[in-house]
């Protein structure tokens, strides 16, 4: 299994643009989560899906922020628009039935300017 | 929501030490304690866990020790190798859902 694919790699833009970070989970998996990583605070959970179904969206900062899941192999988190302390590295990651595991992908470093 | 702490913030331990990491959490409930290891560039990746019903876990050079009477456990690492170096998080799972809430890490240098 290739594990958990994130795109892009590296996104740079302008604030007010809008952004879409992409995720496919392991196949099999019906965990999907979405985290973001700061230095200031550490790596933060901003929605998690179970068999495509939002569960939990409490840690989505504001409504600039929506994720979706409309199948089980994809799901995307957009920001818009965009703004600079949207700074982060976003991973996505999956987990098997019964929850637990957590398998990260590479991450997207996004970068507002 | 989960309250977790971890220490050290940074260790430094020369080659063939042996590196102890702590974490305590708030929710009596967790039932699920994972460490996770990232190195640079990379997305944390599943070292060890170990279940509530479970006081100690080992695989190879690495382990972790469970207190759930003072809600902590703890990573150790023996004969640390340069490769070691990375930073280390623990990530209790809440007893109501799935979530994982990750501590603040601990970045682990092993000097050769």
């Known amino acids: 299994d290739a594990g958990v694919i994130q795109s892009p790699r590296h996104e740079v833009t302008e604030m007010g643009q809008e952004v879409t970070l992409r995720c496919k989970p392991i196949?099999?998996?019906?965990?999907l989560f979405w985290y973001r990583q700061t230095m200031m605070r550490g790596l933060e959970l901003l929605i998690y899906f179970n068999n495509n179904v939002p569960i939990d969206d409490s840690g989505m900062p504001e409504d600039r922020f929506s994720a979706k899941m409309p199948n089980a192999s994809f799901s995307t988190l957009k920001i818009q628009p965009s703004e600079p302390r949207d700074s982060a590295v976003y991973f996505c990651?999956?987990?098997?039935?019964?929850?637990?595991?957590?398998?990260f992908g590479s991450g997207t470093q996004l970068s507002v300017l | 929501g989960e309250n977790v702490e971890q220490h050290p913030s940074t260790l430094s331990v020369q080659e063939g030490d042996s590196a102890v990491i702590k974490c305590t959490y708030s929710d009596s409930a967790s039932n699920y304690f994972p460490w996770y290891k990232q190195e640079l560039g990379k997305g944390p990746q599943l070292i060890i866990d170990?279940?509530?019903?479970?006081g100690e876990k080992k695989d190879q050079r690495i382990a972790v020790t469970l207190n759930k009477t003072a809600k902590h456990f703890s990573l150790h690492i023996t004969e640390t190798q340069p490769e070691d170096s990375a930073v280390y998080f623990c990530a209790p799972q809440g007893g109501s859902n799935y979530k994982l809430t990750f501590g603040k890490g601990t970045l682990l240098t092993v000097n050769p």
């Open positions: 196949s099999g998996h019906d965990y």
């Open positions: 170990i279940r509530s019903n479970v």
């Open positions: 990651a999956s987990s098997p039935p019964g929850g637990g595991k957590l398998f």
